[in-house]
């Protein structure tokens, strides 16, 4: 007796185990597997004291799975859903998509954030990313896109790709093989950037008919955590060549000083140093840029690559080039938006931290009167195989 009376309490206390283990535990077909988020302006709404507020409009890109995306055997054009919702916070939004859904909306498997250009310079982006950050599902590894246009025509595009959301994510991490676009920023880098103050850029999304395109930033502005403006390709290109990445690949077209023609010049390396100068009530910088790759193309004729004084122009074309660029870059963000992006500041507090943390307060406005002196040195180290030899 004694001895089925242990057994009976053990195997009691293991279905209790059993039952505790599992007791919250959600089958996947009832969970909404959230790829992307995108949010936006929505209409304005008026309360009962007559106040008018701006309400916030978030797009939940779904992705659905295989075993339900067919119906009578055959599959479904599309493997998401895109659903939108409308509040004055984003948990209202998440509330509200929740009531129109059999399942638990997940954000375990979040790939991409997409910010709508209006949202981000109508609303402190801290205030955005709030409820992601005390999430737990949601990865701080997690890419944030800034979006000329609305969010869910971006989350539409699949190009090549079977899912918007994926395409987007593959398409950050690829930032090295063009300057167009500035180095991807997760979510929580976001938030350092945004808890320090510190001016930065984004990466720009935008649309055609047929896809989406990630080339040019919008600069942020650390002190209102809004966006300010947007950098073309041209002067993103420039700044590019302000950050120490030495992967940083792309083309530079140049023009040849005695032709007139074209010339095509591929970064390979890139080395870039910063020297803060003090001056007085002024902070100025020297930047060098010391640059190898590779000539392209070239619509010289009769052009030789094989001969030294025609790689010479090729390299004074490929450094006017860059010059012009990284003029551009400097013109827009330090005189136009105010904003340190290149994280110039951050050079000054490396070598003189006591002279940082008197100017930091006020960085973005000292750094807009800085004279920045930029020297730049290319090499062409490679031309390939193939030249037109004069005569």
């Not at 700044?239 to 970064?267: C, M, T, W």
């Amino acid at each position: 007796m004694r001895g089925s009376r242990v057994i009976r309490i053990a195997f009691t206390f293991l279905s209790l185990v059993t039952l505790i283990g599992c007791w919250d535990r959600v089958e996947i077909e009832e969970v909404g597997i959230t790829l992307g988020i995108g949010f936006d302006m929505a209409d304005k709404k008026t309360d009962s004291t007559d106040r008018e507020g701006r309400r916030i409009s978030m797009t939940h890109h779904f992705a659905i799975p295989e075993q339900f995306s067919s119906k009578g055997g055959v599959k479904s054009k599309k493997s998401y859903v895109n659903l939108t919702s409308t509040g004055e916070q984003v948990f209202e939004n998440v509330n509200e998509i929740s009531t129109r859904l059999s399942r638990i909306p997940s954000y375990e498997h979040l790939r991409i954030i997409v910010i709508n250009e209006e949202v981000a310079k109508s609303i402190d982006l801290r205030n955005i990313v709030n409820f992601l950050l005390r999430n737990s599902e949601t990865r701080r590894s997690m890419p944030v896109l800034i979006a000329q246009g609305p969010t869910v025509q971006v989350l539409e595009k699949e190009g090549i790709a079977t899912n918007p959301a994926l395409k987007l994510k593959g398409m950050t991490e690829d930032y090295h093989k063009s300057l167009s676009m500035p180095p991807s920023l997760k979510l929580g880098d976001l938030s350092e950037k945004l808890t320090g103050k510190n001016s930065f850029v984004i990466q720009k999304v935008s649309t055609t008919e047929r896809e989406a395109k990630l080339a040019g930033a919008a600069v942020i502005k650390g002190k209102t955590g809004k966006m300010v403006g947007w950098l073309t390709e041209e002067e993103t290109t420039g700044l590019n060549f302000l950050y120490p990445d030495h992967k940083r690949q792309g083309v530079v077209k140049g023009i040849d000083p005695k032709s007139g023609n074209a010339i095509v010049f591929e970064v390979h390396k890139l080395n870039r140093t910063i020297s803060p100068q003090s001056l007085g009530d002024r902070i100025d910088f020297a930047v060098e840029l010391n640059i190898e790759g590779r000539l392209r193309e070239d619509w010289v004729y009769p052009g030789n690559a094989f001969d030294k004084e025609f790689i010479s122009r090729a390299e004074l074309a490929a450094k006017e080039s860059v010059e012009k660029l990284v003029q551009k870059a400097l013109s827009k963000t330090q005189k136009t938006f105010k904003a340190d992006v290149a994280d110039f500041g951050k050079k000054l507090q490396i070598q003189n931290p006591k002279l940082w943390n008197k100017v930091k307060e006020n960085w973005d406005d000292i750094f807009s009167r800085s004279v920045i002196s930029v020297k730049v040195d290319v090499k062409i180290l490679e031309f390939g195989t193939t030249a037109t030899k004069k005569g």
